[in-house]
């Protein structure tokens, strides 16, 4: 029997043959992802840093926090996307700007939301989240603004006081993945680490066959 060809999910995979336009591991990967069979075999979860950016009084309240969790997520075996990676706050192209952005997102495995300042709007970050709970991303908040909201509740994986508790929770994620360095790693697209807390439809569980 002639071997089905890839699809969308296969691209990340370390196991898809794209030039030959069929997969390593199995004849048919289109039914093994629809049957939750299928493993990604993808070298490192991403990181999406999402979080406010309008309305700051300078630029680096906008990107510092973003390059420290780069910092402590990249040794810790991840690979991050930063949305404002090479760009300046000059830049008024929202097309361009929120392409990318949407392009990031549908490539990272989890989000890391600031949700740290009572006085800005989250428009946009609010949308992101949106977008990516649909996608079944898993979204990790931290900060202190909008805690009472219903929706960012429902909508969140988990949820931290400040930065430095979030990146602990995703270091420990990290060490049980990557063993502390960035070596490759075979994992279902249906799981994350064992003992995962998330919430979703207003129930707490822990991750297993049926993912995020």
């Not at 990031?104 to 989240?129: C, F, K, P, W």
């Not at 990557?178 to 707490?204: I, L």
Request: hydrophobic share 35%.
């Amino acid at each position: 029997m002639a071997k089905a060809g890839l699809i969308d999910k296969c691209q990340r995979c370390l196991k898809a043959d794209k030039r030959a336009n069929r997969c390593q591991a199995f004849t048919d990967p289109e039914y093994m992802w629809r049957t939750g069979q299928c493993w990604g075999y993808k070298p490192k979860l991403a990181v999406y840093l999402a979080g406010s950016v309008n309305g700051h009084d300078s630029w680096e309240a906008v990107t510092e926090w973003r390059l420290y969790a780069a910092g402590v997520l990249e040794a810790a075996g991840y690979h991050v996307l930063n949305p404002v990676r090479g760009r300046k706050p000059t830049d008024t192209d929202s097309k361009d700007i929120v392409e990318r952005d949407l392009r990031d997102i549908s490539q990272a495995d989890i989000l890391l939301v600031e949700m740290d300042h009572e006085n800005r709007a989250y428009i946009g970050t609010a949308m992101e989240i949106r977008y990516a709970w649909e996608r079944n991303k898993e979204i990790i908040l931290w900060g202190r603004a909008n805690s009472g909201s219903h929706w960012l509740k429902y909508h969140a994986t988990a949820w931290f006081k400040n930065l430095e508790e979030a990146l602990e929770y995703l270091r420990e994620r990290g060490r049980q993945l990557y063993g502390g360095d960035s070596q490759r790693v075979e994992r279902s697209p249906r799981r994350m680490a064992k003992g995962t807390a998330r919430v979703r439809n207003g129930r707490t569980g822990v991750c297993g066959s049926s993912g995020i």
